[in-house]
């Protein structure tokens, strides 16, 4: 059978999904294609998981009922608190929707192989009598509406569509962050990050280390940053996948306000990639010695030994501008639960090399977008996204790190021009790295404050 088609318009398509809080549905029965039949329904939407049912009548109304139960024949009540029955087009092309929670949730579905979508004890009932038509009882206390607000009490249909939703329960109805997704935030956090200054005058940048596993995606971070800034897909540092580390090289990198603007207060220190092998990656015993600044820009990494006093370029008297101020873990957000123990137990040994030298830590959860399908087409959700709070719950359980240091974000991998939601994330991460850094320097001893050894 061709595709089926959808009765509803674009707009109505938009508030649908809103109602519905998902990005995705499938339209599974058409009364016009398969016939207004009980059977050919149940046969088509049983076993289907969570569905909405849409009807049409002559009068231009636009209704239904949603369950996240699925149907099976069962012949009996199905259980569903999150059942509710909506006006999604009133008369006169009245476009305020209307959503009626159920009130009795052990009645909020009859499942019986004989009725249609029946909401309630008969509350709403369609197919009713094999027909294009409902019926309804808004006298029983499962839902409570009046059959003119609901249907404008015309209950011959002119058609009946049954959806699968795809992704119900994954969107919140309120983000748990708040953020103005607007290209005017873009502009306000770039213009903060630009014009902060350490307090100190001997620190005129944040260092901040980039850590994580090798394909996270540290240099493809520290890419779009600088994208977002030269306000272009960019590419300065090696990025790229492969099995083992592609950075072999401790690299500083500075990021410039557009080609030829003045250096952000902020420089990225990269580094190989963190591997489960033993010895195999970045060696941790390494840390410490970036940690207070004795590892000089494009030192070759030797992962079978860490640097020493004699070697080339070795910072023998690091001043405080040399320490590391602030790490950035850069995890892989659709790997969390399934990050080997042995790479987990290696970033927890890290963070307390890092606790000991009062260096503050976040986490960069990178590739949220292959999280939830519906991020791919718009970031700007990922707030409402439950796998992903999932994700970032998981992230700070496993590696000891509060959920306010956890910030998803989406790295430019394919794209060619910059997004100003992919922006937004961004320039959020690189701002409270400056926050933390600034809070490391609250913490430096006051006899340590001026240009002098902080470590010897």
Same mark, same amino acid.
């Given at each position: 059978?061709?595709?089926?088609?959808?009765?509803?318009?674009?707009?109505?398509?938009? %508030?649908?999904?809103?109602? %519905?809080?998902? #990005?995705?549905?499938?339209?599974?029965?058409?009364?016009?294609?398969?016939?207004?039949?009980?059977?050919?329904?149940?046969?088509?939407? *049983?076993?289907?998981?969570?569905?909405?049912?849409?009807?049409?009548?002559?009068?231009?109304?636009?209704?239904?009922?949603?369950?996240?139960?699925?149907? &099976?024949?069962?012949?009996?009540?199905?259980?569903?608190?999150?059942?509710?029955?909506?006006?999604?087009?009133?008369?006169? *092309?009245?476009?305020?929707? @209307?959503? $009626?929670?159920?009130? @009795?949730?052990?009645?909020?579905?009859?499942?019986?192989?004989?009725?249609?979508?029946?909401?309630?004890?008969?509350?709403?009932?369609? %197919?009713?009598?094999?027909?294009?038509?409902?019926?309804?009882?808004?006298?029983?206390?499962?839902?409570?509406?009046?059959?003119?607000?609901?249907?404008?009490?015309?209950?011959?249909?002119?058609?009946?569509?049954?959806?699968?939703?795809?992704?119900?329960?994954?969107?919140?109805?309120?983000?748990?962050?708040?953020?103005?997704?607007?290209?005017?935030?873009?502009?306000?956090?770039?213009?903060?990050? #630009?014009?902060?200054?350490?307090?100190? +005058?001997?620190?005129?940048?944040?260092?901040?280390?980039?850590?994580?596993?090798?394909?996270?995606?540290? &240099?493809?971070?520290?890419?779009?940053?600088?994208?977002?800034?030269?306000?272009?897909?960019?590419?300065?540092?090696?990025?790229? &996948?492969?099995? /083992?580390?592609?950075?072999?090289?401790?690299?500083?990198?500075?990021?410039? +306000?557009?080609?030829?603007?003045?250096?952000?207060?902020?420089?990225?220190?990269?580094?190989?990639?963190?591997?489960?092998?033993?010895?195999?990656?970045?060696?941790?015993?390494?840390?410490?010695?970036?940690?207070?600044?004795?590892?000089?820009?494009?030192?070759?990494?030797?992962?079978?030994?860490? @640097?020493?006093?004699?070697?080339?370029?070795?910072?023998?008297?690091?001043?405080?501008?040399?320490? !590391?101020?602030?790490?950035?873990?850069?995890?892989?957000?659709?790997?969390?639960?399934?990050?080997?123990?042995?790479?987990?137990?290696?970033?927890?040994?890290?963070?307390?090399?890092? +606790?000991?030298?009062?260096?503050?830590?976040?986490?960069?959860? /990178?590739?949220?977008?292959?999280?939830?399908?519906? %991020?791919? =087409?718009? $970031?700007?959700?990922?707030?409402?996204?439950?796998?992903?709070?999932?994700?970032?719950?998981?992230?700070?359980?496993?590696?000891?790190?509060?959920? &306010?240091? !956890?910030?998803?974000? #989406? *790295?430019?991998?394919?794209?060619?021009? $910059?997004?100003?939601?992919?922006?937004?994330? $961004?320039?959020?991460?690189?701002?409270?790295?400056?926050?933390?850094?600034?809070?490391?320097?609250?913490?430096?001893?006051?006899?340590?404050?001026?240009?002098? =050894?902080?470590?010897?």
């Amino acid at each position: 059978m061709a595709d089926l088609k959808s009765r509803l318009t674009k707009q109505e398509e938009v %508030l649908f999904l809103r109602l %519905l809080g998902s #990005k995705r549905t499938s339209l599974l029965y058409k009364g016009s294609v398969h016939g207004f039949n009980v059977n050919t329904f149940h046969y088509i939407c *049983n076993r289907q998981g969570p569905t909405v049912a849409v009807a049409y009548n002559a009068s231009g109304y636009i209704f239904g009922g949603f369950t996240i139960q699925s149907y &099976s024949s069962s012949g009996a009540y199905l259980n569903d608190d999150k059942a509710f029955l909506f006006r999604l087009k009133g008369k006169e *092309n009245d476009s305020s929707p @209307i959503k $009626i929670p159920v009130k @009795i949730a052990q009645e909020a579905v009859y499942d019986n192989a004989e009725y249609g979508p029946n909401f309630g004890l008969d509350s709403l009932v369609m %197919l009713s009598e094999n027909k294009a038509a409902v019926s309804t009882n808004a006298n029983a206390a499962s839902y409570t509406f009046s059959a003119e607000d609901l249907y404008g009490n015309d209950p011959v249909l002119v058609e009946c569509e049954v959806y699968r939703v795809e992704d119900v329960g994954e969107i919140m109805e309120i983000p748990w962050r708040k953020i103005a997704w607007t290209a005017g935030e873009r502009l306000k956090l770039m213009e903060e990050i #630009k014009t902060y200054k350490p307090y100190l +005058n001997n620190v005129s940048q944040f260092r901040v280390l980039i850590l994580g596993p090798i394909g996270a995606g540290k &240099s493809s971070f520290f890419n779009s940053v600088n994208s977002t800034f030269r306000g272009y897909v960019t590419s300065q540092a090696i990025a790229g &996948s492969d099995s /083992t580390s592609v950075t072999m090289q401790y690299r500083t990198y500075e990021v410039k +306000n557009g080609r030829d603007g003045n250096p952000l207060p902020v420089v990225f220190c990269d580094t190989m990639g963190l591997e489960e092998k033993q010895e195999a990656g970045l060696d941790i015993e390494e840390v410490p010695n970036i940690l207070k600044g004795h590892v000089p820009d494009r030192y070759q990494f030797n992962p079978s030994s860490t @640097i020493h006093p004699h070697a080339p370029g070795y910072i023998r008297n690091p001043t405080l501008k040399d320490q !590391i101020h602030c790490v950035a873990f850069v995890i892989d957000g659709s790997k969390v639960e399934i990050l080997p123990e042995n790479l987990a137990a290696k970033l927890r040994e890290i963070r307390r090399k890092a +606790n000991l030298l009062g260096v503050p830590q976040l986490v960069i959860l /990178t590739k949220v977008d292959e999280i939830c399908s519906f %991020l791919e =087409e718009d $970031i700007s959700y990922v707030y409402k996204s439950k796998p992903v709070e999932k994700q970032m719950q998981l992230t700070a359980e496993r590696l000891g790190i509060p959920l &306010s240091q !956890i910030l998803p974000v #989406k *790295n430019y991998s394919s794209e060619l021009d $910059i997004k100003f939601d992919v922006d937004i994330l $961004i320039l959020m991460a690189v701002r409270q790295m400056l926050r933390l850094a600034e809070g490391f320097l609250d913490n430096v001893p006051l006899d340590h404050s001026s240009d002098s =050894e902080l470590y010897k």
